[in-house]
């Protein structure tokens, strides 16, 4: 993002957003935001930035302005630093400084404090020496936030552990100087709970300090938790090459990535990341693409084969011209994609993020009424104090605004390592509702290529000698299935012969002298019975006619076309003499990735613009049952619509162009990576390699983090609902109250982290 956005007529623009310390401020942002004309916004409190969606009459800098009035700290994220420039070094975390000093001078406070045994004469002046500067330096953020919501008449977690501790502070300072507390030999007990005592003789100086470094600690622990929880996409973009050797002249010169162009050649040596996406020009290898697809095997490839960057070369020297740079790359992509959806909010978030925006201030009202209802009902001033504080301290809203931003940080990143690209939240709702998958055929429960499958021969011909024969005739054929021929002959043997003579008659076939033969090959050409063999072959009939087949051929011909299969019969010197069959083979993965789905509760559908008979052959070796076949890609989405129209709630996995409209259709859309941009970006879900097993996994990722939101929304609210009228009873200390609100925090963010162990099945 540069600076020219703010020139823009409207638009979209991320913002990086300082000083917030909870959910409660990122609430307040998005309010602000939102409430100008033509603008959508969403503010993320774990990964401090605001996307923000505004019209024509909006600009840039009044985005900014209107977050600066609130209170906060805007601004555009930094373009990216050129790759030659060195790291900067690690800058101080003023945070966790802080936190060391509060700690050092807290641990000897909470300890007079606590133990009778260790409190000498007047120890309570050197808790209070102590104490003051844990209030003042290690309590300044909360106190400097409180005071800015103050002025915008505004109330956050920081008002409630601002008022709470200094409220502490406040009256020991009052028992010390103007009341009983400060004379020789006080003694001073802690109990869990609040106690009954003279008011003028009680001392807060272990709440006041202990609180104030219990909150450093969990907020400085759910800072390095976020940090934690964003490191996979980190890790994605820094998965690329940062200097690229370029080819030009004869000459290799190195040069940093950022200066690679379209259409440059570059070299890739053994070991070596591919710099960018672009196809094979030279040499063959194989490349590891295991850290984009999280699958291990490598992928072989050779001259015209498109490879990725980022990806690792395995094997061979090559020369790749440079198809995509910078933020057209899949590996931006993916990165766009995966940040995308970390700063979005499923629904459960946005209510929680609407409680936690009236949630302060009704705390305060209750603290206020804890205070009044212990003195109306006969508690001492201490007591009423004492429970009033806790209150302040425990009800801090801070768990609720993690529960879903720090999950999604979490899922999302862990999604990307195994090759499952979330879009946003919304998504993961839509998971738990699937219940059909509907597969397309071609290219995704099949490998989308013809494939030569079986040689029949008649009586006195050999496999090798149809092949060879057949091979070279097709060589010269541009036909997909006539090239399915050539090279599978090619590997098998070799070499192939020459050819002359060579004719193409368009939907009939082949024919050309090879070896002596007149050799034919093709559904359409006839084959005279003692035709001379140097003679050419007359144009036969229409296309679909043959001479007679053998028996045996023709009972293999019968079993492969019911099976969905084409077939190609192969004849010289005037008889048949072989049957070719091709066909799209299933990828070895398709039945397992089934059986998984089915696993899940999915009931599967395969869908298909093929007849009939091939489709049902396909869908009987992988267990489906269900098929739609023989559909226009235009037909697919209407497909759709009628499982929907029967109640179902449908997951589409597709890869071609003609899916895009079935699978923006679909109430679910996974896309394969190895598809088309057009089926990646009407997807909800895009699997980076081409394994169909990968649906399975990403519909269980997603389920698993809209589980985790679930389960953290599910704690917050409730530790919230039991430790607040627990406080107002006076059965927590402000210290523990403290403590278990810090650990709130802190679970959420550790039940999140839980999803970096998913593993694919």
């Known amino acids: 993002m540069t600076g020219t956005t703010t020139e823009a007529p409207g638009g979209q623009v991320e913002l990086a957003i300082g000083g917030m310390t909870c959910a409660s401020c990122a609430a307040r942002i998005e309010k ?34 209107t977050v600066e009035k609130t209170g906060y700290t805007a601004e555009l994220p930094p373009p990216p630093e050129p790759v030659e420039t060195p790291e900067p070094a690690a800058e101080p975390d003023p945070l966790r400084e802080r936190l060391l000093i509060s700690a050092v001078l807290t641990v000897p406070v909470v300890l007079l404090s606590m133990v009778p045994a260790l409190q000498f004469d007047n120890w309570q002046w050197l808790a209070f020496a102590l104490t003051g500067p844990v209030v003042v330096y290690g309590g300044l953020p909360f106190h400097r936030a409180a005071w800015t919501n103050l002025k915008h008449g505004a109330a956050t977690m920081d008002t409630l552990v601002s008022l709470g501790t200094l409220a502490a502070f406040g009256w020991s300072v009052w028992a010390l100087f103007l009341g009983h507390a400060g004379h020789t030999g006080l003694r001073h007990e802690f109990a869990l709970t609040a106690q009954p005592g003279t008011a003028s003789s009680m001392l807060y100086l272990e709440t006041a300090a202990a609180v104030t470094t219990l909150i450093l600690l969990g907020r400085w622990l759910e800072a390095r938790a976020k940090r934690s929880a964003g490191a996979a996409l980190r890790a994605l973009l820094g998965l690329g090459a940062k200097e690229v050797t370029v080819l030009a002249g004869g000459r290799e010169t190195r040069l940093p990535l950022a200066r690679l162009a379209v259409g440059d050649r570059f070299l890739v040596r053994p070991g070596e990341k591919i710099a960018t996406d672009g196809v094979v020009v030279e040499g063959s290898s194989a490349v590891d ?12 490839v050779t001259v015209g084969s498109a490879v990725t960057g980022a990806t690792v070369n395995a094997g ?159 060589h010269a054929s541009e036909h997909p299935v006539g090239t399915t021929v050539a090279e599978a002959a090619a590997k098998r043997l070799g070499a192939l012969p020459p050819v002359t003579e060579f004719r193409a008659t368009p939907g009939r076939g082949v024919s ?25 072959t007359p144009d036969g009939p229409a296309p679909g006619s043959t001479d007679a087949l053998p028996s045996a051929l023709r009972a293999a011909q019968t079993a492969a076309e019911a099976a969905g299969r084409t077939t190609v019969p192969v004849g010289w010197d005037g008889a048949v003499r072989a049957l070719l069959v091709v066909s799209d083979t299933l990828k070895p993965t398709s039945a397992e990735a089934v059986a998984r789905l089915r696993a899940l509760g999915l009931r599967p559908v395969l869908l298909t613009g093929d007849h009939r008979g091939a489709a049902e052959a396909v869908a009987a070796e992988l267990g489906i049952t269900e098929v739609i076949a023989e559909v226009l890609p235009e037909e697919k989405v209407a497909a759709v619509r009628r499982l929907q129209a029967e109640g179902r709630s449908v997951a589409m996995v597709g890869d071609g162009v003609n899916d895009a409209a079935a699978l923006a259709q679909a109430d679910l859309g996974l896309a394969m990576g190895t598809g088309t941009d057009a089926a990646i970006e009407a997807a909800d879900l895009t699997l980076v390699g081409g394994d169909p097993r990968a649906a399975a996994d990403a519909i269980r990722l997603a389920r698993r983090t809209l589980a985790t939101i679930k389960g953290n929304l599910f704690w917050a609210f409730a ?43």
């Open 512 to 536: 050309a002298l090879v070896e002596g033969h007149r050799v034919t090959a093709g559904r359409g050409l006839r084959l005279s019975t003692g035709t001379p063999a140097t003679a050419p």
């Open 32 to 65: 602000k935001l939102n409430r100008l004309d033509g603008v959508a916004a969403t503010v993320n409190y774990a990964t401090e930035k605001a996307r923000v969606e505004y019209g024509p009459g909006v600009s840039v800098a009044e985005l900014i302005a």
């Open 316 to 474: 061979g020297r090559l020369v790749v011209e440079a198809a995509r740079v910078g933020a057209d790359t899949q590996l931006a992509r993916m990165a766009e994609l995966v940040e995308r959806a970390q700063s979005g909010k499923a629904a459960a978030q946005r209510l929680a993020d609407r409680i936690s925006a009236i949630f302060v201030p009704v705390v305060i009202l209750i603290a206020l009424g804890t205070l009044v209802g212990w003195l109306l009902t006969g508690g001492t001033p201490a007591e009423a104090f004492i429970a009033a504080v806790a209150v302040l301290i425990i009800a801090c809203p801070c768990a609720l605004g993690l529960a879903t931003p720090t999950a999604l940080l979490v899922g999302t990143g862990r999604g990307a390592q195994l090759g499952i690209l979330i879009k946003g939240p919304e998504v993961l709702e839509t998971t738990r509702r699937v219940d059909t998958v509907v597969l397309d055929k071609t290219g995704t429960v099949t490998t989308g290529r013809m494939t030569l499958v079986a040689v029949h021969t008649a009586e006195g011909t050999t496999e090798t000698e149809a092949l060879r024969l057949a091979g070279a005739v097709e």
């Open 719 to 761: 530790y919230n609902v039991a430790a607040v009228p627990l406080a107002a009873a006076g059965l927590l200390n402000p210290v523990v109250a403290g403590a278990a609100m810090a650990c709130s925090s802190l679970f959420v963010v550790s039940n999140s982290l839980r999803l970096r162990r998913f593993r694919a099945a």
């Open 289 to 300: 693409a295991s850290m984009l697809t999280g699958e291990a095997t490598p992928v072989e």
